[in-house]
């Protein structure tokens, strides 16, 4: 058992991270506080744990994820909405390379990663979408005013 010196509570060894530097080889916070001190920092300094994140996760320098930005005139590159608010641009990145391909809005994220990052179902759902209308009224079913179509 330690006693962990920030919330003063005495809990087993499993509840430390460890720390070779120390005597005892276990950190002096216990690993629920050490989450919350770092989720306490993440609020308190934004910008540099938005630097951290892009240079741990992707290698990206600040500089070159502003240059990113830049020369996609503050576009998402799939929709071109704007994407220079805060937390609004999403770095895409290759799964498997990690390279990053470009930044998106969090909707065209998210839509990539719901279609498996695979360019042959991205066509085939851009196709369902552009032949849909056609379907739609063949089928009978009422249009966009609610009035039924035969």
């Known amino acids: 058992m330690k006693r962990c010196l920030r919330c003063h509570h005495e809990k087993p060894l499993s509840a430390f991270f ?40 992707y290698g990206l320098s600040h500089e070159r994820f502003a240059l990113i930005l830049s020369d996609q005139q503050g576009r998402c590159d799939i929709c071109r909405r704007d994407i220079t608010a805060r937390g609004a641009a999403h770095v895409d990145h290759d799964h498997g390379t990690n390279k990053v391909r470009g ?10 990663g719901l279609l498996q990052h695979d360019p042959f179902i991205v ?18 079913v009422s249009d966009a005013a609610g009035t039924a179509t035969s």
């Open 18 to 57: 460890k720390n070779a530097a120390l005597e005892d080889g276990l950190t002096i916070y216990c690993k629920e506080c050490v989450r919350l001190m770092c989720r306490d920092w993440e609020r308190r300094n934004p910008a540099k744990h938005r630097g951290y994140r892009l240079k741990s996760k």
């Open 103 to 112: 930044l998106l809005c969090g909707s065209c994220n998210r839509a990539i």
């Open 123 to 140: 066509h085939e759902a851009a196709g369902y979408l552009e032949t849909f209308e056609e379907f739609h009224f063949e089928l009978g």
